[in-house]
Nanobody, 124 residues
Framework: QAQLVESGGGLVQPGGSLRLYCAGS????????IGWFRQAPGKPREGVSC????????HYAESVKGRFAISRDNAKNLVFLQMNSLRPEDTARYYC?????????????????WGQGTQVTISS
């Protein structure tokens, strides 16, 4: 069964770093734009970052610009989200999703397949 699998979440102190992984299982990611989204308790799911199928185009939410970096290794069927200078407000469950096209898009409606998410908690 084709699915996305996230990993790499955890508990870190403010100012710390984490690297999230999104793996394709049962299908190859290289035809699709991939997005990272997050959802905190009681809040709507929001876009964090996305990357086009060949990695030529990326986009970041204003709240993470300069701190997060998205990349992909299509040969390994992986997409990464490097998160630095983490803040308590970054605490959320992080999801990766594959777009319905090769493009990078910030709209949830443009994504058809979602992983189960990985929890990121920033606390001292």
């Amino acid at each position: 069964q084709a699915q996305l699998v996230e990993s790499g979440g955890g508990l870190v102190q403010p100012g710390g770093s984490l690297r999230l992984y999104c793996a394709g299982s049962g299908f190859t990611l290289d035809h699709y734009g991939i997005g990272w989204f997050r959802q905190a308790p009681g809040k709507p799911r929001e876009g964090v970052s996305c990357i086009s199928s060949l990695g030529s185009h990326t986009h970041y939410a204003e709240s993470v610009k300069g701190r997060f970096a998205i990349s992909r290794d299509n040969a390994k069927n992986l997409v990464f989200l490097q998160m630095n200078s983490l803040r308590p407000e970054d605490t959320a469950r992080y999801y990766c999703a594959s777009a319905r096209s090769q493009y990078c898009t910030g709209s949830l409606d443009d994504y058809g397949s979602w992983g189960q998410g990985t929890q990121v908690t920033i606390s001292s």
